[in-house]
């Protein structure tokens, strides 16, 4: 899955909509209240004419210090619900995962395909690049 960005670059006959992540380092620090963070690395690129990739020379970087803060300030301040909503949207989240797992239902396609996702969002909450779509 790819994806889209809202403020796309352009070069000669190419643009730049498609996100590529170079790096992505998930970390989590043992704790009671663990903590999660989050260095990534991406740059856009697009296709030419003939087909080709053609890649941004500029990759962008972004650092979550504490990506759960983030999330759910996210989820708080767009007007989702509270924290403890959020919690709660989270453990029926995983227990969902938990069921298409164990039953077989979750491939490993669908799997990188959030993933994927997920790194994208990350970025975007820390302000480096607009979802559009995907692909």
Known sequence: MT?????PKTQPAVILNMVHFDSFTFKQKLAQDPVREVDGAFRLYGFDTEGNRVFDNESVGFSDHNMDTTVVTEYVTTGKGS????????????????????????????????????MSRVAELNGKLTISGLE
Do not use: C, H, Q, R
């Open 3 to 7: 994806t889209l960005v809202t403020d």
């Open 83 to 118: 924290p403890e909503t959020f919690v709660s949207e989270y453990y029926t989240a995983k227990d969902d995962v938990a069921i298409e797992y164990t039953s077989g239902n979750l491939s490993d396609a669908k799997l990188m395909a959030y993933f994927e996702l997920s």
